[in-house]
T-cell receptor, first 113, second 116 residues
């Protein structure tokens, strides 16, 4: 079945770039996602990439997808203290007529001054 | 901005008791989901629901669990006889369409269930 693995913690200095990595198992994944969870809030979609793409850039965010290695990464440029949150990697397959994301454990990003 | 709301935010219950977790999905959404996250573990899919019936469920979603959309707005998860291992954060989510979009789910803030 599907499985998503990511490291639990990442600590960076404000202004540096953050790179959060993720591996997944299902080669038939259609979409891959990064969700963000701030304290006391639910998961919120940050960005996504379609499986036939290698890279997607959205302002400070860059998503890289290596389908051969089943590796997904999220790079946050010029990381700010407001970026401190838990970041969840997810892959989705089609099930029951809708996409059902499979999530990892989440990476806690800690940004310090 | 429309959002998914969940109640209660935290519930403490005794082992063996029934628990109902409530969710109000975004009003024009058609697909509804429950996920859970045991502390320190992955966010796990439990069940998806469409057109008043379960469309997909995981191995976790056994006979102890049930879902219902009792009216036009609420979506509930019932755990019939809670076990210690049911202690987790339960997330409700919804989305407008099945496959015509990117599969983005809109999540509530979660209901923390503690079973003693």
């Amino acid at each position: 079945g599907e499985d998503v693995e990511q490291s639990l913690f990442l600590s960076v200095r404000e202004g540096d770039s953050s790179v959060i990595n993720c591996t997944y198992t299902d080669s038939s994944s259609t979409y891959l996602y990064w969700y963000k969870q701030e304290p006391g809030a639910g998961l919120q979609l940050l960005t996504y990439i379609f499986s036939n793409m290698d890279m997607k850039q959205d302002q400070r965010l860059t998503v890289l997808l290596n389908k051969k290695d089943k590796h997904l990464s999220l790079r946050i440029a010029d990381t700010q203290t407001g970026d401190s949150a838990i970041y969840f990697c997810a892959e989705s397959i089609l099930g029951g007529g809708s996409y059902i994301p499979t999530f990892g454990r989440g990476t806690s990003l800690i940004v310090h001054p | 901005e429309p959002e998914v709301t969940q109640t209660p935010s935290h519930q403490v219950t005794q082992m063996g008791q029934e628990v109902i977790l409530r969710c109000v999905p975004i009003s024009n959404h058609l697909y509804f989901y429950w996920y859970r996250q045991i502390l320190g573990q992955k966010v796990e899919f439990l069940v998806s629901f469409y057109n008043n019936e379960i469309s997909e469920k995981s191995e976790i979603f056994d006979d102890q669990f049930s879902v219902e959309r009792p009216d036009g707005s609420n979506f509930t998860l019932k755990i019939r006889s809670t076990k210690l291992e049911d202690s987790a954060m339960y997330f409700c989510a919804s989305t407008m369409s099945g496959t015509r979009n990117t599969g983005e789910l809109f999540f509530g803030e979660g209901s923390r269930l503690t079973v003693l």
